[in-house]
């Protein structure tokens, strides 16, 4: 892995470090996001819930969650359906935090996206949010993603523009849904922009409730970046969507 080239690499590992000894940022997370995840992105517990239904019921269902962070969604998709969890991430931080906090039915693995391969038919559910721009190549991650997957199996992606990647027209036309296209896969997308620019201006507010605990840890910058990150709400929201948009992406692979 050369971390030289990795977009946002020691980004990612200050904030992992932060995240597992901030109880400032676990407090914003619950308030912002409905649950503490050290979500670093736009997936409240609404979004994560809608990824249930796709977990097959039995004892031996496996998920996969690319770019994992410290594990803690996939925690919370195991308490909630008993299933086996499977991460990868590129921070060294998040994943020695998700081996100590999971240690049960899981198996996270330190490596970044093009790097990680899986064996053939593993998963009957692939989880990713907002991680799969990080991919060097697009195309490339989706293949793999899709060999990876069961028949049958679903992969669930949370997917922003206007963030890492810039705006496109709409739900057909950004990278992801190309990719998909090349690809000759089937997608079922929606549109849930609106409820992001409610969700953000929910972390704004949860950002300045905790200001004063973020400092008094020495983590202002943290806040600093969250009321960055948040900026864009203070424009009403037909400016906001035209600059930004989220979608949630569901594949079914073929039984
Ligand atoms: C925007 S965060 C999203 C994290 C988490 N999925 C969430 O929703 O809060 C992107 C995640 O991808 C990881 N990441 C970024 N680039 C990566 C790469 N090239 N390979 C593997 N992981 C990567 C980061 O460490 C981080 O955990």
Redesign the pocket.
């Known amino acids: 892995m050369d971390k030289n080239n990795?977009?946002?690499?020691n980004e990612?590992e200050q904030?992992?470090d932060m995240a597992g000894r901030s109880k400032a940022f676990e407090a914003f997370c619950a308030d912002a996001f409905g649950q503490d995840?050290?979500?670093?992105?736009?997936?409240d517990i609404k979004q994560i819930d809608r990824i249930l239904k796709y977990v097959p019921k039995g004892s031996d269902i496996h998920i996969l969650?690319?770019?994992?962070?410290n594990g803690k969604?996939l925690g919370y998709l195991q308490k909630r359906t008993g299933a086996w969890i499977h991460g990868?991430?590129?921070?060294q931080h998040?994943i020695a935090a998700a081996g100590s906090l999971f240690p049960d039915r899981s198996d996270f693995r330190h490596?970044?996206?093009?790097?990680?391969d899986y064996k053939e038919e593993q998963f009957d559910l692939a989880v990713?949010?907002?991680?799969m721009y990080?991919?060097?190549d697009m195309e490339e991650l989706v293949r793999q993603i899709m060999k990876w997957l069961k028949k049958g199996g679903v992969l669930f992606v949370?997917y922003q523009e206007g963030d890492?990647m810039p705006k496109t027209g709409d739900v057909n036309t950004t990278v992801l849904a190309k990719a998909f296209e090349r690809c000759g896969i089937r997608y079922e997308a929606e549109d849930i922009t609106r409820e992001t620019y409610e969700l953000l201006i929910k972390k704004r507010l949860a950002a300045l409730k905790h200001q004063n605990e973020f400092e008094e840890e020495g983590n202002r910058q943290w806040f600093d970046l969250l009321m960055l990150q948040t900026e864009c709400v203070s424009e009403p929201y037909e400016l906001f969507e035209r600059k930004m948009s989220r979608y949630i992406y569901v594949v079914r692979k073929e039984a």
């Open positions: 990795l977009l946002f690499y990612y904030f992992y995840l050290s979500q670093d992105g736009f997936s969650d690319i770019g994992c962070g969604m990868f991430d590129y921070s998040a490596g970044c996206i093009g790097g990680i990713s949010m907002d991680t990080f991919a060097p949370g890492v």
